[in-house]
Structure formats: structure tokens, C-alpha cells
């Protein structure tokens, strides 16, 4: 495994202010190891719940339906599952469709350099109190309804996406590009506890 990357996000983490040190998750230390995993599960958690119901509103009501779970229940659903694995958790982006998607300070490397050095996988960050997992997100063939470019977001889909997210920047996707970035925060184990 090339080792640059993660000297370069190390080193842009600790300027950064917070404490870290990145690790590619094939590589985590037995210590994060817990933690990890309690991450990763609010993770799949959260993108299993999040494809069932965007898939239930498509069927249902097309894909303009699909904007409004994104809009209106996606930051429940996410709310409900870090609650349920006592974790924060979220989904980022180079290209964001929502302001409140902005990057926390440790995944502001991954997003910056997203387009440069995009992450192949998961990596881990060592928060001092809490652990890091950033996982990338690619676009799949439906994803292109919303995220695509004009031949691929139909009129009125484009039109409800301008309403609901004036400041959307997050189409001209291509199948297989990195849409961005499932993350979560877990806490680690007090020392004493």
C-alpha cells in the first residue's frame, strides 16, 4: 500500500487542530478495533435504511419523491440511527446538495483532496476521544436521476432539486465517480469504564 496519502491527510488533520492519526481501515490498531465496528455499523445502518426508503418513495411516487425523503427524512433516519449506536454520523461531499452536509474538521482532507486523491476505501482517524470512520460513497446507476448530468435528471426532477436546494452543487455525476463520503464518530471507551 502507497503510504503518502496517509502522511498527507495526517499532516492536513493536525493542521487542522484536531488530533489524528489516519489509518487505512485493513490497518487499524487492535486498540480501535471496538470502536470501529460500532461505527461501521450505525454506517451500514444508516445507508441500508436510507436505499430502502428512497427506493419505497421511487416506486411509489417516481423520482421526484426521492427529493423529498433526501430533503425531509434522510437527516431524520441519520438522526435516529446515531441515536440508536450512540454515535455521530452523517453523509459529506465535494459537491454538496445540502449546506448542512458540510464537512466536520477531520474530513475536510478527504473532501479536499476528493477529486485528486479519492479514497479507495475506508479509512480510520484516531480523535483522541472518539474514532473516525470516512467511507466513500460511488454513484450508481440510479443515483444519475438526481446526480447526473442534464441528459440524465429529467425536467421536472431538476426543477424540484432547484426548490428544495437553491444551492445545490452536487450533479454532473458520472457512474462510478465518488459522490462523497459516509462518516461516523464513535466514542471511544473511557479508560476507566
Same mark, same amino acid.
Given at each position: ?67 423529498? /425523503? ?54 480510520? /482517524? ?68
Amino acid at each position: 500500500m502507497d503510504v503518502r496519502p496517509l502522511a498527507v491527510f495526517t499532516a492536513l488533520i493536525t493542521a487542522c487542530g484536531d488530533t489524528g492519526t489516519v489509518h487505512a481501515r485493513d490497518a487499524v490498531p487492535t486498540a480501535l478495533e471496538p470502536t470501529v465496528l460500532v461505527a461501521e455499523a450505525a454506517m451500514d445502518a444508516l445507508q441500508q435504511r436510507l436505499a430502502a426508503r428512497l427506493q419505497g418513495a421511487v416506486a411509489e411516487g417516481g423520482t421526484q419523491a426521492a427529493v423529498s /425523503v433526501c430533503h425531509d427524512e434522510a437527516p431524520v433516519i441519520a438522526k435516529a440511527v446515531a441515536d440508536e449506536h450512540a454515535v455521530a454520523l452523517g453523509r459529506t461531499s465535494h459537491k454538496l446538495r445540502s449546506p448542512d452536509n458540510a464537512p466536520r474538521p477531520w474530513l475536510e482532507p478527504f473532501v479536499d483532496r476528493a477529486m485528486t486523491e479519492p479514497l479507495a476505501g475506508p479509512m480510520v /482517524v484516531d480523535l483522541g476521544d472518539r474514532v473516525g470512520v470516512v467511507r466513500p460513497l460511488f454513484v450508481l446507476g440510479p443515483c444519475l436521476q438526481c446526480h447526473g448530468d442534464s441528459s440524465h435528471v429529467a425536467s421536472d426532477v431538476a426543477a424540484a432539486i432547484a426548490r428544495t436546494y437553491p444551492e445545490d452543487r452536487a450533479i454532473g455525476f458520472a457512474e462510478g465517480e465518488l459522490r462523497g463520503f459516509l462518516w461516523a464518530e464513535a466514542p471511544r471507551p473511557s479508560a476507566g469504564g
